[in-house]
């Protein structure tokens, strides 16, 4: 399987609602949206995307509806540290699937998937509105680092 790991597009400091709540910045959609035919250049397409329900990872995967025919599928497990039952969901169905959330967390997933340790997370640069492409199986050390595209790259292939 091929697993595209997405962090957010650029949100709003703060809001007054709180942490979940910060919405993406009219720039953070300009440049999500330039990214995302970066995406598409490069001919990566999605069975499934499934996404942190905080407000601005949720507004990330609508806008991945132009690279997948579903609608995003929303589960707390994106916006808390990787577990099990992550990797369960991930490897649920064996399809093409794009995860979106947060940082820390999304680095200490790819750090598990790849080398086996969450704790190695923090040698992974993701920037907001980045994208990292693993392939194989969703398992601790079970996948290999396909690709590592900077926002700047994908929307330079736009």
């Given at each position: 399987m091929?697993?595209?790991?997405?962090?957010?597009?650029?949100?709003?400091?703060?809001?007054?609602?709180?942490?979940?709540?910060?919405?993406?910045?009219?720039?953070?959609?300009?440049?999500l949206k330039k990214s995302?035919?970066?995406?598409?250049?490069?001919?990566?397409s999605f069975d499934r995307v499934l996404t942190s329900p905080w407000t601005r990872a949720l507004a990330t995967a609508t806008m991945l509806e132009a690279l997948c025919d579903a609608p995003p599928v929303i589960?707390?497990?994106?916006?808390?540290?990787?577990?099990?039952e992550l990797l369960a969901l991930i490897a649920e169905r064996g399809q093409d699937t794009a995860v979106v959330g947060h940082e820390p967390w999304l680095s200490e997933l790819v750090a598990w998937l790849t080398v086996g340790e969450q704790r190695r997370g923090d040698a992974i640069d993701l920037r907001k509105g980045g994208v990292i492409r693993l392939d194989g199986e969703a398992i601790p050390h079970g996948m290999k680092l396909q690709a590592h595209l900077p926002p700047k790259v994908l929307r330079a292939l736009a």
């Open positions: 091929q697993l595209y790991v997405i962090r957010h597009g650029i949100a709003e400091d703060s809001n007054p609602a709180g942490e979940a709540a910060r919405e993406l910045t009219s720039e953070g959609r300009k440049k995302i035919r970066g995406l598409r250049e490069l001919g990566a589960t707390d497990l994106l916006a808390q540290p990787p577990r099990a």
